[in-house]
C-alpha cells in the first residue's frame, strides 16, 4: 500500500468561505450516504434473490420427491384395491382435498407466513448489523 504525502494547506486567502467549504462537506456527505444506501440496497436485493433461488431448489426437489411417492403411492393402492386406476383416483382424490384446502385458507395462512419471512429475512441482517456495530 502507498501512502501518499498530504497536501500542503493553502494559503488563508486561496481556502474556501466558510459556506463555501460547508457546501463541499455537505455534497460530500450527501453522496457517501447516497453509496452507502445503494450499497445497502444492492445487499438485501442479493440476500433476497439467494433465499428465493435456495428456495426454488428446495421446492424443485420437493416437487420430484412428490411426483414420485404419488406414483408409487398410486401403484400400491391399484395392487391393494385391484385396479390401477382406482388407485391413482385415489391419490388424485387426496390431491383434489389439500388442493380445496389450500385454496380456501391461501389468503390467512400461506401468503401471511410467506411474507413474514421475506420481511423477517430482511429484518434480521439489519438486527445483526446493530448488533455488531
Keep these: 500500500m502507498v501512502l501518499k504525502p498530504k497536501p ?29 444506501f445503494k450499497l445497502e440496497a444492492f445487499e438485501k436485493i442479493a440476500k433476497v434473490t439467494a433465499a428465493l433461488f435456495s428456495s426454488v431448489v428446495v421446492a424443485l426437489l420437493g416437487f420430484f420427491l412428490l411426483f414420485f411417492f404419488s406414483i408409487s403411492t398410486g401403484i400400491y393402492l391399484g395392487e391393494v384395491l385391484g385396479s390401477n386406476a382406482l388407485g391413482f383416483l385415489v391419490v388424485t382424490g387426496v390431491y383434489l382435498l389439500l388442493f380445496a384446502l389450500v385454496l380456501f385458507a391461501k389468503k390467512d395462512f400461506l401468503e401471511k407466513f410467506i411474507i413474514e419471512r421475506i420481511i423477517g429475512e430482511l429484518m434480521r441482517k439489519e438486527g445483526e448489523d446493530e448488533q455488531a456495530g
Aim: proline share 14%; glycine share 0%; aromatic share 4%.
Design 8 to 36: 500542503m494547506p493553502k494559503p488563508i486567502n486561496e481556502r474556501p468561505s466558510v459556506p463555501e467549504e460547508l457546501k463541499i462537506l455537505l455534497t460530500d456527505y450527501l453522496e457517501a450516504r447516497l453509496s452507502l
